[in-house]
């Protein structure tokens, strides 16, 4: 078995399809990315893995089963995510869509406008015939 075709020590299938969709399909991958920099590259693309992928991505890259990782590596791990997570939600608040800044509009003179009641506007009633704008009424020509 190749090393491209080899399942990584660790994943199930469900995860081995996430890793997949971001990339991540050989142990060179992933220890290219890292097993924190592959557990965020999972998360960013919206899956939402538990801690338990975190501890089977450093297995897989350090060769060991995941519960041989120390409780201390493993709080560690933990630690780098919640920085990583308090980072990114920092970062998205000063992000701000074009379409959320409001736009500044000159202030309407109501004065200035014409009266409503007074415009001539012409019937829009196919069916009204010519008579007076707004009556209803036909002219008898």
């Known amino acids: 078995m190749t090393q491209e075709t080899a399942k990584l020590l660790n994943i199930g299938p469900k995860s081995a399809a996430w890793l ?5 399909r050989t142990i060179d991958d992933l220890k290219q990315h890292g ?8 998360k960013r693309a919206g899956f939402r893995p ?16 995941w519960t041989a990782l120390a409780p201390d590596y493993k709080a560690a791990l933990v630690t780098e995510v919640s920085a ?15 379409r959320d800044i409001p736009v500044e509009r000159a202030p309407v003179d ?7 009641a007074v415009l001539d506007v012409p019937d829009n009633d196919p069916d009204a015939g010519s008579g007076d704008a707004g009556t209803g009424t036909e002219s008898s020509e």
């Not at 538990?50 to 297995?59: D, E, K, P, Q, V």
């Not at 990583?84 to 074009?98: E, G, H, M």
């Open 35 to 42: 097993a924190l920099g592959t557990f965020m590259k999972v």
């Open 110 to 116: 109501d004065e200035a406008l014409p009266d409503p």
């Open 20 to 24: 997949r969709q971001v990339g991540v």
């Open 84 to 98: 990583l997570d308090d980072a990114a939600k920092l970062a998205k608040k000063f992000i701000t869509p074009a």
């Open 50 to 65: 538990s801690l338990n992928l975190l501890y089977a991505l450093a297995g897989a890259e350090q060769g060991v089963h």
